[in-house]
C-alpha cells in the first residue's frame, strides 16, 4: 500500500501513542499477576478475559457485578501529584458495595482515561488499583487504557472500575432483616471518596493550598485528604461466613442517612446513637471550616462509619469480636425498630 495522502500525518502525531500503551501494559503485568486467584485462567494482552467459576470453587454460582468511580477526588491527586491511593478508591468503591449483596469478588477491570499517556502516572494507579485488588482477594484480570487528545486538559485523567463477584445460590443478602437486630458500625478511614466536591470547596474558602499542613493531622491537607477508602471484603465475608451478617451496608454517598434504608425491609426503620462513636478529626474539621450542620455532615459524608454490619441481638457480641479480630475499629452503632427510614438520637461528639 502507497500514501496517497498529501500530509503523510501518524497517530503518533495526531496525539495518541500506541507505544506508550504498549509500555504500560509491559510495565503493570507483574503487579496484575501478584493477583492472581484460583479460578484466573489468562493473563493481561487478550481481547478478552477468562475466569473459571468451578475453579473457585463455586457449584451453583449466582454472580454479582458493580461498577464505581473515584469522583473529584481525583482533582486532588492529579493537583498533588499523589496517585497511588485512587487505585485502592476505585477498588473499594466497587467490591465494598458487591460485598454487601453477600458476593465475593472475584475479578476487576479498569478503565484509565486521559489526554496523553504518561506511563509512569498510569503505572502508578494502576499499580494502586493491584493493591487494592490483592487486599481484596480478587485478581485484576484486564483494564483498558484509552488516550484521548482533545478530551481532557494537559495531565488530567479519569479512572472507572467493574468488578464482578460470586456467590452460591440462596445465599445473597439482606435477608430476615427485622426489628430488634443490632447494628454494628465499622470504623472509615476518613472521608474515603465521596463528598469531594463539597470537600474542594470548603478548602477553597479556607484559604489552604494542598501543600500546606494538615489543620487536624500529620503531613499536608492534600495528603491528608487523599487517604484511601478502607477495604471491609475480609472481615465482612468472615462475618457473611460465620452466619452473623443479615445484612451490610457500604455507607458512601448519602451517609448513613441514605444508605442504611437501602438494606432494611418495609416497616423497619434505624435508630442510630450518635455518641457510640468519636467524630473523626477530618469531618470536625469540614463542620467548622464550612459550617455544615449535623443533617448536612451525615446525608453527605461517612461521618467515620465506613461499613454497617446488621445482626441478630443475640450474637451480636460474638459478631463484634470476630470484626475487632479481622482488625476492624467498632462500635454498637444502634437497633432495627419498626418504622422507617433513620432516626438519630445524642449528638456528635
Not at 473457585?56 to 454479582?64: E, Q, T
Request: with cysteine; net charge negative.
Amino acid at each position: 500500500m502507497t500514501n496517497s495522502g498529501k500530509n503523510g500525518l501518524t497517530y503518533a502525531e495526531a496525539g495518541v501513542d500506541i507505544d506508550a500503551g504498549n509500555a504500560l501494559v509491559d510495565r503493570i503485568k507483574p503487579a496484575a499477576a501478584a493477583t492472581n486467584r484460583p479460578g484466573v485462567m489468562a493473563g493481561l494482552g487478550g481481547f478478552g478475559a477468562l475466569f473459571d467459576l468451578k475453579a473457585a470453587g463455586y457449584d451453583d454460582p449466582i454472580l454479582v457485578g458493580a461498577t464505581d468511580g473515584v469522583g473529584t477526588k481525583l482533582r486532588i491527586a492529579i493537583d498533588t501529584g499523589v496517585l497511588g491511593g485512587v487505585g485502592i478508591d476505585l477498588v473499594a468503591m466497587c467490591v465494598n458495595d458487591l460485598v454487601c449483596q453477600g458476593a465475593e469478588p472475584l475479578f476487576f477491570l479498569d478503565y484509565f482515561a486521559t489526554g496523553k499517556l504518561s506511563v509512569d502516572e498510569a503505572a502508578k494507579v494502576v499499580e494502586g488499583i493491584a493493591e487494592g485488588c490483592q487486599r481484596s482477594g480478587c485478581a485484576l484480570i484486564g483494564g483498558e487504557t484509552a488516550e484521548m487528545p482533545g478530551m481532557y486538559q494537559d495531565g488530567d485523567f479519569d479512572l472507572a472500575g467493574f468488578s464482578v463477584g460470586a456467590m452460591n445460590r440462596g445465599a445473597d443478602l439482606p435477608r430476615d432483616v427485622q426489628a430488634g437486630d443490632v447494628m454494628i458500625g465499622l470504623a472509615s478511614d476518613g472521608v474515603h471518596s465521596n463528598g469531594y466536591s463539597l470537600v474542594r470547596r470548603i478548602v477553597e474558602h479556607s484559604g489552604l493550598a494542598w501543600e500546606d499542613a494538615c489543620p487536624w493531622g500529620d503531613g499536608t491537607l492534600g495528603d491528608a485528604l487523599l487517604t484511601p477508602t478502607r477495604l471491609y471484603v475480609k472481615p465482612a465475608l468472615a462475618s457473611v461466613r460465620a452466619g452473623h451478617a443479615k445484612a451490610l451496608a457500604h455507607i458512601t454517598g448519602g451517609g448513613l442517612t441514605e444508605n442504611l434504608p437501602r438494606v432494611l425491609p418495609e416497616g423497619v426503620g434505624a435508630v442510630v446513637d450518635l455518641a457510640a462513636w468519636p467524630l473523626p478529626p477530618v469531618f470536625d474539621w469540614l463542620v467548622r471550616e464550612g459550617g455544615l450542620s449535623e443533617t448536612e455532615l451525615l446525608k453527605t459524608f461517612n461521618a467515620g462509619i465506613g461499613m454497617v454490619v446488621i445482626v441478630p441481638r443475640e450474637v451480636a457480641q460474638e459478631a463484634g469480636e470476630l470484626l475487632e479480630a479481622e482488625g476492624e475499629r467498632i462500635c454498637i452503632l444502634g437497633e432495627l425498630v419498626e418504622g422507617e427510614g433513620v432516626t438519630y438520637r445524642g449528638t456528635l461528639k
